[in-house]
């Protein structure tokens, strides 16, 4: 009998290390799925944050170019696009002669104008360390009238080879416009020139508008793509697996 009761004793002692060790594993599992879940938490409110002052800076930047700008859009047929940042230049006679790629007077001397107050505003301490690029885009139609019987690829690489060359003046008459030093060499770190051809038409009922795609706009790229790339980066799957590096990059 006293076996017996020996025998339950151990069972009953064995019993209760199980069910400590299940506790206890529960436990852990609770509060690894706590910290977790925080740090998702916390993530997801550092995207809405950025999301935000994001969406704030491009609606007030958005804004002080329409102000500067709105009684201007109209005489020199542009438009001022809140979503891309964009200012385009539309009317193509006076822009270039046709198959040419010299600025023509009259827009140069818009250019003159426009340029000087359009980097006032981008290089003004609320936007300036957020700009990354301030990109002159040139587009043709998918004609070529110079030479007929070419094929579509060739007016294609002709047209690329107009439109570059044409941003390339349209960025040297915009640089020259510039009178300020600083602003110049900031400007200079920031301006690019790029000419896509007929890559970029526009279409009015499906059907190519040919006037309306020969256009010159100037657009402004900020940093929150850059930013994204690197919160992602600090936020991706590895990070919640990996210890921390010390300052000297060993693990601890």
């Known amino acids: 009998?006293?076996?017996?009761?020996?025998?339950?004793?151990?069972?009953?002692?064995f019993s209760q290390s199980v069910g400590d060790l299940m506790s206890s594993m529960l436990l852990i599992f609770i509060l690894i799925l706590s910290a977790t879940l925080l740090r998702l938490e916390n993530e997801f409110d550092q995207r809405v944050q950025f999301a935000e002052e994001y969406r704030q800076l491009r609606e007030s930047l958005y804004q002080e170019l329409?102000?500067?700008f709105k009684d201007d859009l109209e005489k020199w047929d542009?438009?001022?696009?809140?979503?891309?940042?964009?200012?385009?230049?539309?009317?193509?006679?006076?822009?270039?002669?046709?198959?040419?790629?010299?600025?023509?007077?009259?827009?140069?001397d818009i250019i003159r104008d426009?340029?000087?107050?359009?980097?006032?505003?981008?290089?003004?301490?609320?936007?300036?360390?957020?700009?990354?690029?301030?990109?002159?885009?040139?587009?043709?139609?998918?004609?070529?009238?110079?030479?007929?019987?070419?094929?579509?690829?060739?007016?294609?690489?002709?047209?690329?080879?107009?439109?570059?060359?044409?941003?390339?003046?349209?960025?040297?008459?915009?640089?020259d416009s510039i009178g300020d030093w600083a602003r110049r060499e900031w400007v200079r770190s920031k301006i690019t020139a790029n000419g896509l051809s007929s890559s970029q038409l526009i279409l009015k009922n499906g059907q190519e508008d040919r006037m309306a795609s020969?256009?010159?706009?100037?657009?402004?790229?900020?940093?929150?793509?850059?930013?994204?790339?690197?919160?992602?980066?600090q936020w991706s799957p590895e990070t919640f697996d990996q210890p921390e590096k010390s300052e000297t990059g060993e693990k601890p």
Request: hydrophobic share 35%.
């Open 66 to 68: 329409y102000r500067e």
């Open 214 to 233: 020969r256009r010159v706009e100037f657009r402004v790229r900020t940093d929150a793509e850059s930013k994204v790339t690197e919160f992602l980066s």
């Open 1 to 13: 009998m006293r076996r017996v009761e020996i025998r339950q004793e151990e069972d009953n002692v």
């Open 114 to 175: 426009f340029f000087p107050r359009y980097v006032g505003i981008l290089y003004d301490e609320k936007y300036r360390l957020s700009i990354e690029e301030i990109r002159i885009e040139g587009h043709t139609s998918s004609e070529w009238s110079q030479n007929a019987g070419l094929g579509e690829e060739d007016i294609y690489f002709r047209n690329m080879e107009l439109s570059q060359n044409r941003t390339r003046n349209v960025l040297r008459c915009a640089y």
């Open 78 to 108: 542009a438009v001022l696009n809140q979503e891309q940042l964009s200012l385009r230049f539309n009317e193509p006679e006076v822009l270039f002669d046709q198959g040419r790629d010299t600025v023509k007077a009259r827009f140069a």
